[in-house]
């Protein structure tokens, strides 16, 4: 079989910026640079070998079916996740992904005896990531409690490479927040996006992407966490999403752990609790729609699904909308796909009685686009179960 090649470049230091980077090598024997880029106070933090690129590479490798050979360090732990990693991603997309071989110079699990326990969480300063950082660092996961010591803040994701005055406001509320909690924002650069070039597997890499972040940073930290993006009733796992319970944790070492956390709670519970947290009223991002990436800008979907969820949690507009939405906005950015977003902010609703016409609206949505009676009624979890949402609506359309 044909063979990709990943070369480690020397890290460089310029500007109170650290870059690290590999040379990704295709059989074509194009040459392309995957970089990340942290402030050098920060340094300490990071991997000498070649863990994250490695995960960053592997849908690559896997889409263009050719084995992947790293001329450095990789510890043989994630080699063996990641031959899982691409049997469960093989299954999903046969027609896109088939699994390959990975080899490396070395093969070497790190030495981490004299290192403490500490965990960082990515954070774009979300409600997922905000969910994730409150419950750590306020004591309330029971047994699932990690030692949360900071958050990751990556550019190149939702706020392009290009748009770094807005990235640097967002960074701006995002610190603001979790300091708030105690917690420390490592801000991050890279062009994995880029990279990728006209690839269209985002959907599908952007778990391994924000992997490979928290794990270059494994100097200082032995497990990172993903905040859930769908709680776990609600995920179609044939279908594939990049960050998922199943193929997070796989990307795990034996000396760094990956945690895909918070898949037990909806998005209305997970507001619930952010809601008690007064500096996330004021600085909590969802739009990734809107012109200006470091705000919200009020009427794109992310922006109406979080407003109606205060409205249903009885809450006021928080300060990080500067705008409420109109009926004309709800019924605009309602669309099928999108139920599995709706149906439980509709259930939400009918539990707390409202009838408010944009209530209405979304219970002739759910009813008009729900699931198929062939699909089996829960009774544990009525508030994020599509099925129950669905009989909720119905019932309350008789009444």
Same mark, same amino acid.
């Given at each position: 079989?044909?063979? +990709?090649?990943?070369?480690?470049?020397? !890290?460089?230091?310029?500007?109170?910026?650290? !870059?690290?980077?590999?040379?990704?090598?295709?059989?074509?024997?194009?040459?392309?640079?995957?970089?990340?880029?942290?402030?050098?106070?920060? =340094?300490?933090?990071? +991997? @000498?070998?070649?863990?994250?690129?490695?995960?960053?590479?592997?849908?690559?490798?896997?889409?263009?079916?050719?084995?992947?050979?790293?001329?450095?360090?990789?510890?043989?732990?994630?080699?063996?996740?990641?031959?899982?990693?691409?049997?469960?991603?093989?299954?999903?997309?046969?027609?896109?992904?088939?699994?390959?071989?990975?080899?490396?110079?070395?093969?070497?699990?790190?030495?981490? +005896?004299?290192?403490?326990?500490?965990?960082?969480?990515?954070?774009?300063?979300?409600?997922?990531?905000?969910?994730?950082?409150?419950?750590?660092?306020?004591?309330?996961?029971?047994?699932?409690?990690?030692?949360?010591?900071?958050?990751?803040?990556?550019?190149?994701?939702?706020? @392009?490479?290009?748009?770094?005055?807005?990235?640097?406001?967002?960074?701006?509320?995002?610190?603001?927040?979790?300091?708030?909690?105690?917690?420390?924002?490592?801000?991050?650069? !890279?062009?994995?996006?880029?990279?990728?070039? $006209?690839?269209?597997?985002?959907?599908?890499?952007?778990?391994?992407?924000?992997?490979?972040?928290?794990?270059?940073?494994?100097?200082?930290?032995?497990?990172?966490?993903?905040?859930?993006?769908?709680?776990?009733?609600?995920?179609?796992?044939?279908?594939?999403?990049? /960050?998922?319970?199943?193929?997070?944790?796989?990307?795990? /070492?034996?000396?760094?752990?990956?945690?895909?956390?918070?898949?037990?709670?909806?998005?209305?519970?997970?507001?619930?609790?952010?809601?008690?947290?007064?500096?996330?009223?004021?600085?909590?991002?969802?739009?990734?729609?809107? $012109?200006? $990436?470091?705000?919200?800008?009020?009427?794109?979907?992310?922006?109406?699904?979080?407003?109606?969820?205060?409205?249903?949690?009885?809450?006021?507009?928080?300060?990080?909308?500067?705008?409420?939405?109109?009926?004309?906005?709800?019924?605009?950015?309602?669309?099928?796909?999108?139920?599995?977003?709706?149906? @439980?902010?509709?259930?939400?609703?009918?539990?707390?009685?409202?009838?408010? =016409?944009?209530?209405?609206?979304?219970?002739?949505?759910?009813?008009?686009?729900?699931?198929?009676?062939?699909? @089996?009624?829960?009774? !544990?979890?009525?508030?994020?179960?599509?099925?129950?949402?669905?009989?909720?609506?119905?019932?309350?359309?008789?009444?």
């Amino acid at each position: 079989m044909t063979k +990709t090649h990943l070369w480690p470049e020397s !890290t460089v230091e310029t500007d109170g910026i650290t !870059t690290v980077s590999v040379t990704i090598e295709t059989p074509d024997n194009n040459k392309n640079i995957l970089c990340y880029q942290i402030p050098a106070e920060h =340094s300490s933090l990071l +991997t @000498p070998n070649c863990d994250p690129f490695v995960a960053a590479v592997i849908f690559l490798a896997m889409s263009q079916k050719t084995d992947l050979v790293i001329h450095g360090e990789v510890s043989p732990s994630l080699l063996r996740n990641l031959e899982e990693f691409q049997a469960v991603w093989s299954c999903w997309r046969p027609n896109r992904y088939r699994p390959v071989a990975m080899t490396a110079e070395v093969e070497r699990e790190p030495l981490i +005896t004299d290192r403490p326990q500490k965990a960082i969480s990515a954070f774009s300063g979300g409600l997922d990531s905000c969910f994730t950082a409150f419950r750590h660092s306020q004591g309330k996961c029971g047994r699932s409690q990690r030692p949360l010591q900071a958050g990751l803040m990556v550019q190149g994701f939702d706020i @392009p490479l290009s748009e770094s005055e807005a990235f640097e406001r967002a960074a701006q509320k995002s610190k603001l927040m979790l300091n708030s909690l105690g917690l420390e924002l490592i801000t991050m650069k !890279t062009n994995f996006r880029e990279f990728l070039g $006209k690839s269209k597997i985002w959907e599908d890499v952007h778990g391994a992407a924000v992997a490979s972040g928290l794990m270059l940073l494994q100097g200082g930290y032995s497990i990172g966490l993903i905040p859930s993006s769908d709680p776990y009733n609600a995920i179609d796992i044939s279908w594939g999403w990049g /960050s998922n319970p199943l193929t997070d944790p796989l990307l795990s /070492s034996d000396s760094f752990n990956i945690f895909h956390d918070g898949g037990a709670f909806s998005r209305p519970a997970k507001l619930e609790l952010v809601a008690q947290w007064p500096e996330a009223l004021e600085n909590l991002r969802v739009c990734w729609e809107g $012109k200006q $990436k470091d705000r919200n800008c009020g009427y794109c979907e992310k922006c109406v699904q979080a407003i109606l969820t205060f409205r249903v949690l009885g809450l006021d507009l928080p300060p990080c909308f500067d705008n409420d939405v109109t009926n004309e906005e709800i019924s605009r950015v309602l669309k099928k796909d999108l139920l599995i977003e709706y149906a @439980p902010i509709l259930a939400f609703a009918q539990a707390a009685s409202l009838s408010d =016409s944009w209530v209405t609206i979304l219970r002739e949505f759910v009813i008009a686009n729900a699931v198929t009676e062939e699909q @089996p009624l829960c009774a !544990t979890h009525p508030y994020t179960c599509l099925r129950c949402a669905r009989m909720n609506s119905l019932a309350g359309s008789s009444r």
